[in-house]
């Protein structure tokens, strides 16, 4: 087996600990930090499909997803230049009124997994200071909204209608526990996802 193979396979698992010395052994066989990050966000595509299936839990999830982040720690200093891999930047938050940050931290996770850099801006989110996030960033081409109570839906909506209205050319995604597909089209939002490893995929959908 590749060592390459054998990064893909042992980040699935969550083998933390054994995951930066693959991929520092899958580079010395001659594999580019591309094509190694790119093996670990397949990783992470059939995680979170075991995800929402129902076949695995947050736990396994989170192992899987702290697994593939020592191994870009391996890979990122060799990338710094390399913006081919990069989707972009990414700012995160749980909207104002809503302290909830278990569900937005895995989405994190998982889609700077993807290939985004992430700018989080934690919990109770004011609207504004999303608009503010874009334009104190580089390269931002995502906006995450997180919304876990039903009283913060209104908080939502200004969040994805108050970025909307700035001009900014970003695409938003919305999710949360109350949040539907309809509710987010309804507020203009350009995308949403019902967990964790959708989001990471509809995340890339939204950008490339």
């Keep these: 087996m590749s060592k390459i193979q054998e990064v893909k396979e042992k980040v699935e698992i969550g083998k933390t600990k054994l995951i930066p010395g693959l991929v520092q052994e899958a580079l010395d066989e001659g594999n580019t930090p591309g094509e190694i990050l790119q093996a670990m966000v397949d990783s992470m595509s059939v995680v979170g499909e075991k995800f929402s299936s129902g076949e ?3 736990p396994e999830m989170l192992i899987a997803a702290k697994a593939m982040s020592k191994g870009v ?4 200093p060799l990338m710094a230049g390399d913006t081919a891999t990069s989707l972009g930047t990414c700012i995160i938050g749980t909207v104002a009124g809503d302290l909830h940050d278990i569900g937005k931290n895995l ?3 998982m889609i700077e997994s993807a290939g985004f850099t992430i700018v989080d801006l934690g919990v109770d989110v004011p609207a504004e200071r999303f ?5 104190e960033n580089e390269n931002v081409t995502l906006v995450a909204c997180s919304g876990l109570l039903t009283t913060t839906m209104p908080a939502l909506k200004e969040a994805v209608q108050t970025i909307k209205a700035s001009g900014l050319d970003v695409k938003v995604i ?3 526990a109350p949040v539907t597909p309809a ?3 309804e507020i203009g939002a350009d995308g ?4 964790a490893g959708s989001a ?5 959908e939204l950008v490339v």
């Design 107 to 109: 989405v994190s996770m």
């Design 183 to 185: 509710y987010a089209a």
């Design 73 to 76: 720690d391996v890979l990122r």
């Design 174 to 176: 919305v999710g949360g």
């Design 192 to 195: 949403f996802a019902p967990d």
């Design 56 to 58: 695995i839990f947050v």
């Design 200 to 204: 990471a995929v509809k995340a890339k």
């Design 131 to 135: 608009v503010a996030a874009v334009k």
